[in-house]
């Protein structure tokens, strides 16, 4: 398990999977980092660890790059935007700098117009162009060159040494011809100059494209940091007062009106209204509120006015959780995603090692002028080789379908858990809470003859007081709603799976399931009978027993959720093995499997022992999701290959699972697999291309074609292409924001 704090910084200059590969291996070699995952995409990287900020900045800065620590924001801030904005006109006016510059040479020498090089005009004319390039190529790519430098300094290799050796190599052979045309021979007197600046603007539009693409895969982070109200209507000394949302304090009483936005989080202490909640749960269907009832930050108030007290500010708030989840999930990588950033990791030096092997074969064994084919044949290779689709191509789509899982209220812990959750076979399912709506009522009060129905609630009541456990509470309401004083227990014991123990007054009470009468030898006579028939409608029997005597029966119920049977139906349509594990009588929980359509049933198990079940399935080759609600669910939620916590357990749960869902639906598993399913096939569309680009992009740079057809790609075409590989790249994982699960 990963200790110490996690922190996120924005990192800049980082272009391709070299430069993760630089920063990642930079950070992890850092003592007290235990983990640091770095995300091209939004060009940041998340550390785990005991380390200070400022030595992650340090050590950033050693591996070439520029790095500022990321703050929690508390509103929406334009900031960020506004640079990237910035930054997206500027590589556009450099994209038209190179772009027309290069494209009139190229025109005026494709009609004649340009002196020869050995002329006296020419000389001059050359020389002159030679200035000129080398001016709009430090203004137009000024950042591959400084780039590559920061790179070689650190003894990295990145996509900006490509470019810079490919553009580079270009200009300087080029103004070798231009300034001294006799020291080559007259075949090979060609110049790049044209080349190399169209290759720069290509490179720019590109990445221009690419930011503009990428910036609407945050769109579920701006969406979340938007719901946060700026301002709060505050009541304080019998007035109310609109403050900033940072002068909000725990404890603080405020007013929302009809049609507005709630503040922060708190509970409700006078009034009662309807609540739109789908921001968080996906659910359109608004939720009554009334005292005594949570809101939540960001929720719209939709129709009375009411007061309520502050409990959650800040970064303890929901909403404040809910964002930094998503973020640490789209800053996360799965398991494919580190794999592509090892091969990336290589890339670069890989294809320096190609593009000499290329250069050399052209001039040992090429046609006349070799050196001229040579070097047009190695500069194609370092610019169509630029790994950036490749880095783009895991982060890009999980940061898109981490925010599309957030819209249908399906918070994702990391990215590991997005790509198991596309390989799963069976769903296990825990019955109270999450296939039923986990607010059972008594429904069968059986004294036995002697006690009454008052007196067998009063005991019952009376023992179970103390508990959380649903059904314990649902005794205890009903005690409550009947007027009943329940009475003081003493030397009260829980018997985990079985029921509970405790002394009232003189008397010995036990209070719980047919194992726990068993076990204490008290006989059930004709009880047994009446148990199994409630059982068998699907009601949950206690039996309770005084002094070694059985006395009764209470029977609870808890009923199923609306959708529970349809979205069991969904789960076996999208080919999972569906399994419900409960500690009920078996008669119950086969008879609320039956109602739901579930074939299969592990009932009576202990709290302590539903991880081992969840063992035995994975053992059995299965790719197994636990979902549940409760304390007990934690240890195999822990132990699945992917835990579901429906969002209204308890956070013990939710802390031990990879998945909540927002709303307490089933149809969020379903939808959470639909999502995973979609983004894995995704990612694996995006590496297909990538890597189908740069395998038949190389050979063919390198001029494989050339004995065969006569044909070697130019290097501004090769350009074109390696800028276009990263925008396709983009604009694919952009289609996973118009997916649509199937209950949709």
């Not at 900031?79 to 500027?90: D, F, N, P, S, V």
């Not at 036990?510 to 409608?537: I, R, W, Y």
């Not at 009920?584 to 929980?589: E, G, M, Q």
Request: aromatic content about 4%; charged content about 20%.
């Amino acid at each position: 398990m990963n200790t110490g704090k996690v922190q996120r910084l924005s990192i800049k200059g980082m272009r391709c999977a070299g430069c993760v590969a630089a920063v990642e291996n930079a950070l992890r070699a850092l003592p007290g980092v235990t983990e640091a995952s770095v995300n091209l995409a939004e060009r940041s990287a998340q550390v785990t660890g005991a380390v200070t900020g400022e030595v992650l900045l340090e050590a950033i800065a050693r591996a070439g790059y520029e790095a500022v620590l990321q703050e929690e924001e508390e509103e929406p801030d334009d900031t960020q935007e506004c640079i990237e904005q910035g930054h997206y006109r500027k590589l556009l006016r450099q994209s038209g700098a190179a772009g027309a510059v290069g494209v009139i040479m190229f025109l005026l020498d494709l009609v004649g117009a340009m002196p020869g090089l050995t002329s006296a005009t020419g000389q001059v004319f050359w020389s002159v162009i030679s200035v000129v390039t080398l001016a709009v190529m430090l203004y137009a790519g000024g950042h591959f060159y400084r780039g590559a430098w920061k790179a070689l300094r650190a003894h990295n290799a990145t996509m900006d040494t490509l470019i810079a050796l490919g553009t580079g190599t270009a200009w300087g052979y080029s103004t070798v011809v231009a300034f001294m045309p006799a020291a080559v021979p007259e075949a090979a007197r060609h110049v790049y100059f044209e080349a190399a600046l169209i290759i720069i603007a290509l490179v720019n539009v590109g990445a221009a494209l690419e930011m503009r693409a990428r910036g609407k895969t945050s769109l579920a982070i701006k969406r979340l940091i938007g719901l946060r109200p700026r301002t709060a209507r505050v009541v304080r000394n019998g007035r109310e007062l609109d403050v900033a949302i940072r002068a909000v304090q725990s404890g603080d009483t405020l007013r929302v009106r009809p049609g507005e936005r709630i503040a922060v989080d708190g509970r409700l202490i006078e009034g009662h209204s309807n609540v739109d909640e789908s921001m968080l749960s996906g659910e359109p269907l608004p939720v009554e509120k009334q005292a005594g009832d949570e809101v939540v930050g960001g929720t719209i108030n939709l129709t009375g006015s009411f007061l309520y007290q502050a409990t959650r500010i800040g970064k303890a708030s929901v909403l404040a959780q809910i964002i930094e989840m998503v973020r640490r999930a789209q800053s996360s990588k799965p398991a494919i995603g580190r794999l592509v950033d090892k091969v990336a990791g290589i890339f670069v030096p890989v294809v320096l090692i190609i593009a000499v092997c290329t250069f050399l074969v052209w001039y040992d064994f090429g046609p006349q002028p070799r050196i001229s084919y040579a070097l047009a044949a190695t500069i194609t290779v370092l610019v169509i080789a630029c790994p950036c689709a490749l880095g783009l191509a895991t982060p890009i789509s999980i940061m898109v379908g981490v925010g599309k899982a957030a819209e249908y209220g399906i918070l994702i812990r990391n990215g590991g858990a997005l790509q198991r959750a596309g390989a799963l076979t069976t769903v296990v399912l825990d019955k109270t809470g999450t296939l039923t709506r986990g607010r059972p009522t008594v429904t069968a009060l059986l004294p036995c003859p002697g006690v009454t129905e008052q007196r067998l609630l009063q005991w019952t009541a009376s023992i179970e007081r103390g508990s959380e456990h649903p059904l314990a509470q649902a005794i205890v309401a009903a005690a409550e709603q009947r007027g009943i004083e329940l009475l003081a227990t003493h030397e009260f014991a829980a018997i985990p799976g079985h029921g509970v123990r405790a002394r009232l007054a003189d008397l010995a009470l036990l209070f719980g399931n047919e194992k726990l009468m068993n076990d204490n030898g008290v006989e059930l006579g004709k009880l047994t009978a009446q148990a199994g028939e409630l059982a068998h409608q699907g009601q949950t029997v206690m039996f309770l027993a005084c002094d070694g005597r059985a006395v009764g029966i209470v029977g609870v119920a808890d009923p199923l959720k609306d959708d529970s049977r349809a979205a069991v139906a969904r789960l076996k349509e999208i080919g999972l093995r569906v399994v419900m594990i409960t500690g009920d009588h078996r008669a119950t929980a086969e008879a609320v499997a039956g109602q739901v359509g579930i074939d299969e049933v592990l009932a009576e198990v202990l709290p302590q022992d539903k991880a081992d079940h969840v063992a035995q399935f994975q053992q059995g080759g299965a790719v197994v999701a636990m979902v549940g609600d409760g304390i007990n669910d934690a240890p195999a939620l822990a132990r699945a290959d992917v835990g579901f916590a429906i969002g209204a357990g308890t956070d013990v749960a939710m802390e031990s699972a990879d998945v909540t869902l927002m709303r307490s639906s089933l149809h969020g598993v379903a939808d959470a697999i639909a999502i995973s399913r979609a983004t894995l096939g995704n990612i694996k569309q995006n590496l297909f291309g990538a890597f189908i680009y740069n395998t038949l992009g190389i050979p063919v740079a390198a001029g494989i074609l050339y004995p065969l057809f006569g044909l070697l790609l130019n290097p501004v075409v090769a350009g074109a292409a390696m800028a276009l590989s990263s925008v396709t790249v983009v604009t694919n994982a952009n289609r996973l924001r118009h997916f649509q699960t199937g209950e949709d």
